[in-house]
Every structure is written in structure tokens, then in C-alpha cells.
């Protein structure tokens, strides 16, 4: 788990008043617990963690599902990235990294590839490859330097975004943190990370054609009018 990995100091569980055995487990490993009476959605628990994490010692913030789908030992990979960028987002699309059975269908994974290229498009640069390469928008999994998430928190919580973010229920969450760090100059790089199957049901059921699709365009329209 991450408690083994030798650069975590701390590690802050925000139980969305889930209704399985969350909070006891992480209680158990020594988790710092944050409990919600009142499922307030993604957009708040990642808020509360974000907000948790800033009050601790550590000088590195990562924001982890606790779905099972992601791999502690990729913290090693993305750290070091941290000595010459801001952020180091991952990325689900490289197949020889991907568990089968995981919920990155054809259909999941093109349309990350689309909106990835059209997010790119929209901070276009000549200047080397871009300001930045991105294959996969939807992914959390991401390591940020303290100081750099100091930088653009107040943003976060201000009135606009919370109102952008929160009305379609946090899941636009993940690519407006990407896009707020690249429109503060902040340095991003994505690299692929492993990836397995979930643990559990998807409270966003995005990998479903219908509401993948319905998901889909929010984000291009988000997108296009931030």
C-alpha cells in the first residue's frame, strides 16, 4: 500500500459518506480520516484533501482514487519529475501497463485521446512540442509540488469555480486542475502510469457509451468556453 512507500509521510482519507467499510480500513492503517456526513460529490472531497494536505509537513501533494485502479509504486516514477516541473499527471493509455478487465474501453480511452488533443490545441505553442502533451484529460492520479498547489488553490476555491466545478457533480474536476496550472504558467507532464481493475462500481459510470458520450461533451464545451 502507500504506507510502504518510503517517501509517504502522510496520508488523508476523505470518506464521502460511503456506505462500505472505508473508513474502518483506513482507520486501521493509520490514515489521517476526514468523514462527510453528506456525499457532497468528488469536487469537495478533493477539495477537503487538497486543503488537509497543506496544513501538513510534506512538500509534495498526490491525489489518488481509492478505487484500487492505481499503483502506489508509480509515486517513484512521478516524484523526481518534481525537481524540474510543477505537476506530474498520469496517463491510462499505454496497453502494456493496463490490467485486463479495467474499464478503459475503445470508446474511453479515444475519446480521453480526442479531448486531450483539443486541450492541447487550446494552449497551442511552437515553442519545442507545446506547452504541454497530454493523451488522457480524465485521469487523477497526479503529484504536485506544495508550493505550486499554494499557487492556485485560492482559485479553487473561489466563487466561479466552485460554481463551474461543482455543478456537474466533480467530474470536470480533474481537467480544470490542468487546465488552471497551465493558464497559471505552471510546469505539467504526463507519463504513463499502470493501471488495474476497479475495485467496485463507478459512481461516474463515464466508461458507459451513453454516459461516456454525455460526459464527453461537457468537457469539449468546457473546454472550449474556459
Not at 470508446?107 to 494552449?123: H, R, S, T
Amino acid at each position: 500500500g502507500f504506507f510502504s512507500q518510503e517517501l509517504v509521510k502522510n496520508i488523508i482519507v476523505v470518506d464521502n459518506n460511503s456506505s462500505d467499510n472505508t473508513v474502518n480500513i483506513a482507520k486501521k492503517s493509520g490514515a489521517t480520516i476526514i468523514e462527510k456526513k453528506i456525499n457532497k460529490g468528488h469536487t469537495d472531497s478533493c477539495m477537503l484533501g487538497f486543503k488537509q494536505s497543506l496544513q501538513t509537513d510534506s512538500n509534495i501533494v498526490s491525489l489518488i482514487d481509492a478505487d484500487g485502479t492505481f499503483s502506489p509504486n508509480d509515486l517513484k516514477k512521478m516524484i523526481p519529475y518534481l525537481e524540474n516541473c510543477d505537476m506530474v499527471v498520469g496517463t491510462r493509455q499505454v496497453q502494456t501497463l493496463t490490467e485486463k478487465g479495467n474499464q478503459n474501453s475503445m470508446f474511453y480511452v479515444w475519446g480521453n485521446m480526442l479531448l486531450a488533443k483539443l486541450l492541447q490545441l487550446k494552449y497551442f505553442s511552437l515553442l519545442h512540442l507545446g506547452i504541454v502533451q497530454l493523451t488522457d484529460v480524465g485521469c487523477s492520479y497526479r503529484a504536485i509540488r506544495k508550493d505550486s498547489l499554494k499557487k492556485i488553490i485560492e482559485q479553487l476555491e473561489s466563487p466561479q469555480s466552485q460554481k463551474t466545478i461543482y455543478e456537474k457533480k466533480g467530474w470536470l474536476f480533474t481537467i480544470f486542475l490542468t487546465m488552471l496550472a497551465i493558464s497559471n504558467d505552471l510546469k505539467l507532464v504526463e507519463i504513463p502510469i499502470t493501471f488495474k481493475k476497479r475495485i467496485g462500481i463507478s459512481k461516474s459510470q463515464a466508461n458507459q457509451k451513453k454516459k461516456g458520450l454525455v460526459y464527453g461533451l461537457n468537457f469539449i464545451w468546457f473546454i472550449i468556453s474556459n
